[in-house]
């Protein structure tokens, strides 16, 4: 079965500082893999999803991901913080017509 | 007007009492979801369903129902809330495989 790991519960950076946070799956068949942001009192809004089309995949609000078969990782990152970014991310990969979810990673912004 | 809204976004209650709490979309999907939320685990399935005649159990189905009153409808009922379903739960829909459209979500407390 699919499991999917993101290392770090909470990630702060300051303002303008590089964003990465860190997803791993455990399949060895590329599934699709998508990125999910959850502000404060909100649902899950989708910030992008690898397709199998490229391996770095744009996203919304200046994320990207890449996407690299033989680590099975899926990092998320955005060269310059911004406040409004502080939310709660999910990375989740596709398991037939089943997502499964990772744990989720806090992103603080600090001033 | 947003494409999935939940009902109620806010519900405190006590043990053993029922809930329900309801889901509409206006997406025109057949597949929808439901999902708890809790810290450090991500989102978990609860119960799915591919069509209006079709209802599935997901990975956490104990202690909820659900029904699926027309295509843009769809219900988890607690029967007998206890506190350890104090979560956040989400709805979703779908239309492929590869797609998830999220509500806002509902917290509920069970004290």
């Known amino acids: 079965a699919q499991s999917v790991t993101q290392l770090g519960s909470h990630v702060s950076v300051s303002e303008g500082a590089l964003v990465l946070l860190r997803c791993n799956y455990s399949?060895?068949?590329?599934?699709?893999l998508f990125w999910y942001v959850q502000y404060p009192n909100q649902g899950l809004q989708l910030l992008l999803k690898?397709?199998?089309?490229?391996?770095l995949v744009k996203g919304i609000n200046g994320f990207e991901a890449e996407f690299k078969k033989s680590e099975t990782s899926f990092h998320l990152t955005k060269p310059s913080a911004h406040m409004s970014d502080a939310a709660e991310y999910f990375c989740?990969?596709?398991?037939?017509?089943?997502?499964?979810f990772g744990p989720g990673t806090r992103l603080s912004v600090l001033p | 007007d947003a494409d999935v809204t939940q009902t109620p976004r806010n519900r405190i209650t006590k043990t053993g009492k029922r809930i329900m709490l309801e889901c509409s979309q206006t997406?025109?999907?057949?597949?929808m979801y439901w999902y708890r939320q809790d810290p450090g685990l991500g989102l978990r399935l609860i119960y799915y369903?591919?069509?209006?005649?079709?209802?599935n159990k997901g990975e956490i189905s104990d202690g909820y129902s659900v029904s699926r009153q027309a295509q843009a409808k769809f219900s988890l009922s607690l029967e007998s809330a206890i506190p350890n379903q104090t979560a956040l739960y989400f709805c979703?829909?779908?239309?492929?495989?590869?797609?998830?459209?999220f509500g806002p979500g509902t917290r509920l407390t069970v004290l």
């Open positions: 989740a990969v596709t398991e037939g017509w089943n997502f499964v």
């Open positions: 399949s060895s068949v590329p599934p699709y």
């Open positions: 690898y397709t199998s089309a490229a391996t």
């Open positions: 997406k025109g999907h057949d597949r």
């Open positions: 369903s591919f069509d209006v005649k079709d209802i």
């Open positions: 979703a829909t779908g239309g492929s495989e590869d797609t998830r459209y």
